[in-house]
């Protein structure tokens, strides 16, 4: 079961690393951001989609336990993951976003896949 949990997130990584590195600007723009120079573009294709498809690797060796690393793999990409969804709740504080698209839709994906992780790691409930 584990297995199933960690490559359901290595393919939520893999998807947002794709539209990442293929599509940079629209990737970007739920948020009200643009991509319009090389330089911008650049920046969302590493953080986004080399980064993504980086996590995405790594989480497929550790739905697999490759080398013995499925929790520690799976506990680093929740912890990650956790800590984006606080940047969400520090940006409600802050700035107090109104809608729920696209802040509050990817803070509970955010914590939905950390939950998923940290399940596969034996850590949830």
């Known amino acids: 079961m584990a297995e199933f949990l960690i490559i359901a997130v ?10 990442g590195l293929a599509a940079p600007a629209r990737l970007v723009a739920p948020f009200g951001l643009s991509a319009d120079s090389a330089t911008s573009r650049a920046e969302v294709r590493a953080v986004y989609g080399g980064f ?12 697999f336990d490759a080398h013995g690393i499925r929790s520690a793999a799976s506990v680093t990409v929740a912890v990650a993951l956790l800590g984006m969804a ?40």
């Not at 290595?10 to 539209?19: D, E, H, K, N, T």
């Open 10 to 19: 290595a393919l939520f990584f893999a998807g947002m690393g794709v539209y």
């Open 86 to 125: 606080f940047g969400r709740i520090v940006s409600a504080v802050a700035d107090r976003p109104t809608r729920f698209y696209p802040v509050w839709f990817y803070f509970v994906v955010e914590l939905v896949l950390a939950g998923l992780l940290l399940s596969a790691a034996g850590l949830g409930s």
């Open 52 to 63: 993504g498809v980086a996590v995405a690797a790594l989480l497929f060796f550790a739905a």
